[in-house]
T-cell receptor
Framework: GEDVEQSLFLSVREGDSSVINCTYT??????LYWYKQEPGAGLQLLTY?????DMKQDQRLTVLLNKKDKHLSLRIADTQTGDSAIYFC????????????FGAGTRLFVKA | DTAVSQTPKYLVTQMGNDKSIKCEQN?????MYWYKQDSKKFLKIMFS???????INETVPNRFSPKSPDKAHLNLHINSLELGDSAVYFC???????????FGNGTRLTVT
């Protein structure tokens, strides 16, 4: 099936770490992505991970992939108020054409 | 300099009208998409074109007709607009296969 699930809301204090979790269903997904959407803007690619990797780190961002459980997480270290946005988990599948399926988005609220 | 640009940014129109949204990418990508984002921020794929050929059509009403005059452009024409068509429409492109999507800034369509 084609389904990506993530919790809708997360609230953290400035300076804390944020962890956003996601589960997906298609085991053939070769790429998994995290996108960020700020109010009134388009989706910005934050990072992505190949399915043969367990972890990817990029500055304050750490992505963990558990392929057995089809679980993906995004950790943001030292969360800032500017990180407040919607974060979308996504998987790319091939159904005769490549399409990217998005979760419903996690709204991250960062309290000063 | 904008990689994926779509026009107009805002579109307000009455039920029953016909309208078009235009999208252009200067990234040299072969594949372009239209996504619809509803009021709850859920993103759903509508269409995909690869080098001017339609490859994905996700059970979208035939009032929606995409057109790709060349691989750098993908336009969306909507006939007989309905209230439920109100949403933000995003154009996106990718270079190949599972590579990450690059999004435009969206067109907010409001049907009254």
């Amino acid at each position: 099936g084609e389904d990506v699930e993530q919790s809708l809301f997360l609230s953290v204090r400035e300076g804390d770490s944020s962890v956003i979790n996601c589960t997906y269903t298609d085991s053939s997904s070769t790429y998994l992505y995290w996108y960020k959407q700020e109010p009134g803007a388009g989706l910005q690619l934050l990072t992505y991970i190949f399915s043969n990797m367990d972890m990817k780190q990029d500055q304050r961002l750490t992505v963990l992939l558990n392929k057995k459980d089809k679980h993906l997480s995004l950790r943001i270290a030292d969360t800032q108020t500017g990180d407040s946005a919607i974060y979308f988990c996504a998987e790319s599948i091939n159904t005769g054409g490549f399409k990217t399926i998005f979760g419903a988005g996690t709204r991250l609220f960062v309290k000063a | 300099d904008t990689a994926v640009s779509q026009t107009p940014k805002y579109l307000v129109t009455q039920m029953g009208n016909d309208k078009s949204i235009k999208c252009e990418q200067n990234l040299g990508h072969d594949t372009m998409y239209w996504y619809k984002q509803d009021s709850k921020k859920f993103l759903k794929i509508m269409f995909s074109y690869n080098n001017k050929e339609l490859i994905i059509n996700e059970t979208v009403p035939n009032r929606f007709s995409p057109k790709s005059p060349d691989k750098a452009h993908l336009n969306l024409h909507i006939n007989s607009l309905e209230l439920g068509d109100s949403a933000v429409y995003f154009c996106a492109s990718r270079s190949e296969g599972n590579s990450p999507l690059h999004f435009g800034n969206g067109t907010r369509l409001t049907v009254t």
